[in-house]
């Protein structure tokens, strides 16, 4: 009966979901003890930037199949169950550069390093990341890093909430249930965003390997659900900076507001590549289209073009936005549309992405 059948598919969409959720702890292979995560980071030639935490991690259940349920069930308890390390020195090492980092009240670390030797003309470059003190050699690991070849000709700098996919990314389980419960239709992704980013990566010739760097209002603890949603959905992988813990500094209480963390994000990312012009993609809410112009005024000839989003549903909010870059005295246009084939013809019109990548999302 047809019941079965979708309860069976929701049975195998749920232990999907659990993996996912479970993949963090993962690393140690069930051994616990202290454990560095670090997060997708980026660089230039000369200099790379990278997020990561410490955690002291409860070992049990190693004994156990990788590939069982219970496993999953015991991983996911060893992620509810661990906890942040204050003051932990990690030791990053690439090439020929080193330096230290401290962990802050939460955990986190920041890499923010010049390079002594510049990486080599591909894509990802892996650094090193080990534990000075506490000292533990079993946490030593591995991190990435993007860095634009030659051939790339601009970035792009995207939010993900009510950009990429629909409203909820901030809540961990509506995003579950969406992304592996629902039918493959569901919405999750809006329709053309997947071909339409597959065009700014490729850019102007197809073959460009333009940067993405995606910001989210999202805890961290999503993170890895968002990076399992690009993957699914064949979105150009890049860096995910979550803006609740950007900025935050030892002993504030509070993070900043979410519209300044977006405002310094972007600001360093437009740093690192000072030479490289970028396309900046938002929604109507949120305060985006204020930040973008902001940005466009303080960096000009830098924006090639401000892509908007309109999730608003509000006629006086649509009028105000399409007005802000005259108000503004920029110079690039803000395209404000809820369609993504629309976005994809100016893009194609402004030589930003090709024709075949218009039509791949005229055709979703």
Not at 41 to 61: D, I, T
Request: contains cysteine; charged residues 25%.
């Amino acid at each position: 009966m047809w019941w079965r059948k979708r309860f069976r598919d929701l049975l195998v969409a749920l232990r999907r979901g659990l993996r996912v959720l479970a993949a963090p702890v993962k690393g140690d292979s069930g051994r616990g003890g202290l454990f560095i995560q670090p997060y997708l980071g980026y660089g230039s030639r000369g200099r790379v930037f990278l997020m990561g935490r410490v955690f002291h991690q409860p070992g049990f259940g190693s004994s156990l199949n990788e590939r069982r349920l219970k496993r999953d069930l015991i991983d996911l308890l060893r992620r509810l169950l661990r906890k942040p390390i204050v003051g932990a020195r990690v030791r990053v090492k690439y090439k020929d550069t080193a330096t230290v980092v401290e962990t802050d009240r939460h955990g986190f670390f920041r890499v923010d390093m010049k390079l002594g030797a510049m990486p080599s003309d591909v894509t990802w470059h892996s650094v090193g990341l080990s534990l000075d003190e506490p000292v533990d050699e079993r946490a030593t690991t591995t991190g990435q890093f993007f860095t634009p070849t030659h051939t790339a000709t601009y970035g792009v700098i995207s939010d993900i909430d009510d950009t990429v996919v629909y409203t909820g990314v901030a809540n961990t389980a509506k995003m579950m249930w969406r992304l592996f419960a629902m039918d493959s239709d569901s919405r999750v992704i809006f329709p053309g965003v997947p071909e339409l980013y597959q065009g700014f990566y490729g850019g102007r010739s197809g073959e460009d390997g333009n940067p993405l760097v995606y910001v989210s209002r999202a805890p961290w603890s999503i993170y890895q659900v968002l990076a399992t949603m690009f993957q699914m959905h064949q979105i150009p992988n890049g860096p995910i900076l979550i803006l609740r813990e950007w900025g935050m500094k030892r002993g504030s209480l509070l993070p900043r507001r979410a519209r300044d963390h977006k405002l310094a994000a972007i600001r360093h990312v437009l740093d690192l590549y000072d030479t490289m012009p970028f396309v900046l993609v938002g929604d109507s809410g949120q305060h985006d289209p204020e930040t973008y112009t902001r940005i466009v005024k303080e960096h000009p000839g830098r924006i090639l073009a401000i892509y908007i989003r309109d999730v608003s549903l509000d006629p006086a909010r649509s009028e105000a936005i399409l007005n802000l870059a005259q108000e503004a005295g920029i110079e690039c246009e803000v395209i404000s549309t809820t369609d993504s084939a629309e976005m994809a013809e100016h893009a194609a019109g402004q030589g930003l992405i090709l024709k075949q990548a218009l039509e791949a999302v005229q055709r979703v």
